[in-house]
């Protein structure tokens, strides 16, 4: 497990970049409408897009139109609901479903469950739901029984549990499958990848992305499979500015280097 001093190191060459959204771009609010990514941020965001030919892309469990609301108005590659959903560089979908009948099912139960638990909140996403449990703690092991009891009668589902929710996704669907898709298409091929993320959910991302002999990096505290580790939100916007300074100063060596090179052979 990475200490929590143990500061990413500051890459350059060929990267690939992606992020987690709540708790890693943006500060976990007490309810999810409340998150944003400041405009800075999103700004810097589009700059390292840019920097890294669109090799980077969003990995949430939110839907990808949240996705694009949140970080408006700029449009880069995504992952919605852990991989459920995903958009390419081309704007082309890929999309896992539950049969109908399931979710309709799921959805009844779900509601219905959850009435009996005061303060507790259903995220219906289509393809997946989220059991919120924030504003109601004490109904944590509730929620994860009621999990539990649906991926037995459903064994369609798979359960992922994160910071106050539970999450009932298709079989199959993680963040790490959705990392490895990206890196299998241009422009993400051939890259090393860095991958930013502060949950549980995001630990399947870290094991694929220290696979491919990338840089994962964990935001907070807890056991991780990351190789490294920073403090807060706000750490992470420090790092990836100074990490964007770093690559520019790079970049900017070469293109002097090569300046040179051109001019002493025409002398």
Known sequence: ??????????????????????????????????????????????????????????????????????????????????????????????????????????????SEALLLLPGTELEPKGMAFALHYRQAPEAADAILLLAQQMTQRYPELALQPGKCVVELKPLGIDKGAAIRA?????????????FIGDDLTDEAGFKQVNALGGLTIKVGMGETLANYRLANVRMVYHWLGKLTQHIEQQKSDILRGEGYESLSRSL
């Open 182 to 194: 990206f890196m299998q298409e241009a422009p993400f091929i051939g890259r090393t990848p860095i």
């Open 1 to 110: 497990m990475a200490e929590v001093s143990s500061v990413p190191p500051l890459l350059s060459g060929n990267l690939a970049f992606f992020f987690d959204l709540d708790g890693t771009l943006a500060e976990i609010k007490p309810h999810p409408d409340q998150v944003y990514i400041p405009a800075a941020v999103r700004t810097l965001l589009q700059k390292m897009s840019v920097m890294s030919e669109g090799a980077l892309a969003l990995i949430s469990g939110r839907s990808m139109s949240e996705l694009d609301k949140l970080s408006n108005p700029f449009h880069f590659p995504l992952a919605g609901v852990h991989g459920a959903e995903r958009r390419d560089i081309n704007d082309k979908t890929h999309v896992v479903t539950l049969p109908p009948p399931v979710v309709s099912a799921l959805h009844q139960q779900l």
